[in-house]
Every structure is written in C-alpha cells, then in structure tokens.
C-alpha cells in the first residue's frame, strides 16, 4: 500500500486573503466547503487539495516546509512579476541566471519559485544555455 499527500494546510492570521492570493497563483477558485477554505487542485496532483487554517502565530522565511511552483510557460523573471502582482515579495534580490528564487506570500510563507516547463525544455534541447 502507498500513502499519499491529500491535503496541505496553511496557518494565515486571515485565511481568505490567503486563499485568495494562492487561487491567483494556481489559478484555482477557492471553495468555502464545511471543513473550510481550500483549492481543489488538478486530478493528480499532490497534494489534493490546499486548506487555510486560522492562526494567530506568524511564520518566518525558514520555519517548516515551503511549497515550490513553476509556471508551465514564459520565463522565471515573467512568473516573479505576476506574484509580485498578486502581493508577493522578494525574499532578496536575485541574480537573473538563477534557476529558482524564493518568495514569501502575503502571510510570510517562504516559496520557491522555479524555471518554468518552456525553459526546463529549452535547457533540454540547448543544454549551453
């Protein structure tokens, strides 16, 4: 028997706005279910689903684990401007040749944001790149 992730739950002091930003970012609606605030994520992703708990505590870059998301096309630069867009932040300046930058989200949450699907293919074809 394998186990699986099914649910990832996110502490946010305001969960719906927490929510809202990472619906922008995945480009998932949020649901208000009995159990919650959530995306419902696409059939075969894990986790299965992203819940926003109330927590009064705040994270810091570097507490716990962080998500990592890629953009299926454009580049990374085009995909840290729209999360900065939606009320993301830099965690610091990055050089423009680097693979992944880490961000934080409206609540503090540390992610990664990584070369999207184009260029992992253009690298793939053109590995001097």
């Known amino acids: 028997m394998t186990t699986r ?3 990832l739950a996110i502490p946010a002091r305001d969960p ?3 929510a809202r930003f990472w619906g922008g970012v995945l480009l998932r609606p949020v649901i208000d279910g ?5 995306l419902q994520m696409v059939e075969g992703n894990e986790p299965q689903q992203l ?3 109330p927590s009064a505590a705040r994270s810091f870059p570097g507490d716990g684990p962080f998500l990592s998301v890629g953009a299926l096309c454009g ?3 085009d995909e840290v ?3 900065v867009s939606l009320g993301a932040k830099l965690l610091h300046e990055e050089p423009a040749d680097l693979r992944s930058v880490m961000m934080l989200d409206p609540e503090g949450h540390p992610f990664r944001v990584e070369l999207s699907e184009e260029e992992l293919l253009d690298e793939e074809v053109d590995p001097l790149r």
């Open 75 to 77: 580049t990374i630069a």
């Open 51 to 53: 819940y926003f708990t």
């Open 16 to 18: 719906a706005a927490l």
């Open 81 to 83: 401007g729209r999360l």
């Open 5 to 7: 992730i099914r649910r």
């Open 34 to 38: 009995s159990d919650g605030l959530h």
